[in-house]
């Protein structure tokens, strides 16, 4: 009896059942040069398999959205709200095009299955990074004049499963003053790599933000940054793992047939 070669029976079981691997770039999303994704309606939008969501209230004058966009502008320079969708590394991750912004609201990935998250990529808008590199008026300056207030701003993102119970969460700061040492203080600039990998497997993720500069309405510092590159890998549904170890165990066996009629 004649067999396929086992590396191609394992590909087809792996392809089939196995995990696939997917990284929202947003470069698979059209933009003009200079320009953001901002329908002023409630929606979503896909990269890389993942869906992001867009919400939309009309208070008049084209405002207000919150949760995802999608960008690719470049100013690094100028301050304040009308330079809201910029990063502050000035392009993508690894010098790309496009890239995400999240502004609270409630921005959630969300994914058509389980999946392994890997990591990604995140930094700060430049309205947020100029804000507490300088103040402004609603927000104070990180450090104060002296340099000495201990002030931070912290995203936080969550896992959470199919029944959108948590399964971990993972801070990271996107800028921190509590040094003893005023030199080592930092606000983030450039891509900044975070590994996401403790959270498990998700079939969502959410965001949320706070900060040291807190006023009687909440939150003073803007409530934006930006995400690059998200990896994340499908995770076999328990039908399809039964599926792959009994395709592993037909392989098996045709192993030890063909070792005894060699």
Known sequence: MKTLPLAALLAGFTLSG???????????????????????????????????????????????????????????????????????????????????????????????????????????????????????????????????????????????????ALTGSVDFYLADYRFADNSLDYIVKDWTYVDLSSLGTVSSLSFSMSSSDMGAWGMNTPAYFAMDSLAVAAVPEPSQAAMLLGGLAIIGLAVRRRRKTA
């Open 18 to 164: 196995g995990a696939a691997a997917a990284i929202s770039t947003f470069d698979d999303l059209s933009l003009a040069p200079e320009s953001h994704f901002y329908p002023m309606a409630t929606t979503t939008f896909t990269s890389g398999g993942a869906t992001f969501n867009h919400s939309f209230t009309d208070w008049g004058g084209g405002c207000c959205q919150t949760d995802w966009v999608y960008s690719n502008r470049t100013d690094t320079t100028t301050p304040g709200y009308e330079n809201q969708f910029s990063s502050y590394a000035g392009s993508g991750a690894a010098g790309s095009s496009n890239y995400a912004i999240a502004l609270l609201g409630a921005p959630t990935v969300s994914f058509g299955g389980p999946v392994a998250v890997s990591g990604a990529y995140f930094t700060n808008t430049t309205y947020a990074a100029l804000s507490m590199l300088e103040g402004d008026l609603f927000a104070k300056k990180f450090g104060s004049a002296s340099g000495g207030d201990a002030d931070w701003f912290k995203l936080t993102i969550e896992g959470r499963d199919a029944s959108n």
